[in-house]
């Protein structure tokens, strides 16, 4: 888990309000990935992005969510016009390219709350 | 449908015994990881599998990825109460290789009481 850091580890947002979740790699690594675990579900693929570029958003609802990871700056998760659905653990992972062993490594997630 | 089906979903056992997770699949990964998650916590990275038939340990923990590269275990040896938490296995299947697109579990929740 050392090195990628997610902030913040946890956040209540009211119905309608928006989410920001960010995400920095660990050192060195090119390629974010963001996992969502809902309570009593595993976790499940979100997107997987590379500086500047979505590579892979087929686990992301069409709507409301959208991922970025700009040149600068860490990756970043938004959820527009919260519903209490979107409660859950969100968790960030990266990995250098190529990814050996399809081998990811994990934040600590951020937990999302919506009242 | 869960393509990754982890058994038992829970086990609680005593300080001391063995016990052995499994991880099948009717499809083949290139590579298989297992991961151990506390509760508040993110997954934590245990071992990646990627040879069909290839067996690593990691002190009381054996992990076998097997022939066909459908299914994987892993096993404990005289658990000790640190070895309590969600211990996850996930895959990449062939067309995600060199990604880190996985396919997880729903996990196997160990208690070990001392």
């Known amino acids: 888990n050392a090195g990628v850091m997610q902030n913040p580890r946890h956040l209540v947002r009211r119905r309608g309000q928006e989410a920001r979740l960010r995400c920095s790699p660990m050192k060195g690594h090119s390629h974010v990935y963001w996992y969502r675990q809902l309570p009593e579900e595993g976790l499940k693929f979100m997107v997987y992005?590379?500086?500047?570029?979505?590579?892979?958003e087929s686990g992301m609802p069409k709507e409301r969510f959208s991922a970025e990871f700009p040149k600068e700056g860490p990756s970043i998760l938004r959820i527009q016009q919260v519903v209490r659905g979107d409660s859950a653990a969100y968790f960030c992972?990266?990995?250098?390219?190529?990814?050996?062993?399809?081998?990811?490594?994990f934040g600590e997630g951020s937990w999302l709350t919506v009242v | 449908t869960q393509l990754l089906e982890q058994s038992p979903q829970f086990l609680s056992i005593q300080e001391g015994e063995n016990l052995t997770v499994y991880c099948n699949s009717s499809?083949?990964?290139?590579?298989l990881q297992w991961y151990r998650q506390e509760p508040g916590e993110g997954p934590v990275l245990l071992v990646t599998?990627?040879?069909?038939?290839e067996v690593k340990k990691l002190k009381r923990l054996t992990f076998q990825f097997g022939d066909a590269r459908k299914d994987s275990s892993l096993h404990i040896t005289a658990a000790q109460p640190g070895d309590t938490g969600l211990y996850l296995c996930?895959?990449?299947?062939?067309?995600?290789?060199?990604?880190?697109?996985?396919?997880f579990g729903q996990g196997t929740t160990l208690q070990v009481k001392p």
């Open positions: 992005l590379q500086k500047e570029n979505i590579i892979d």
């Open positions: 996930a895959g990449a299947r062939r067309g995600s290789s060199n990604t880190g697109k996985l396919i």
């Open positions: 599998v990627v040879t069909g038939g």
């Open positions: 499809s083949v990964f290139s590579s």
């Open positions: 992972a990266s990995s250098p390219y190529p990814v050996p062993g399809n081998t990811i490594y």
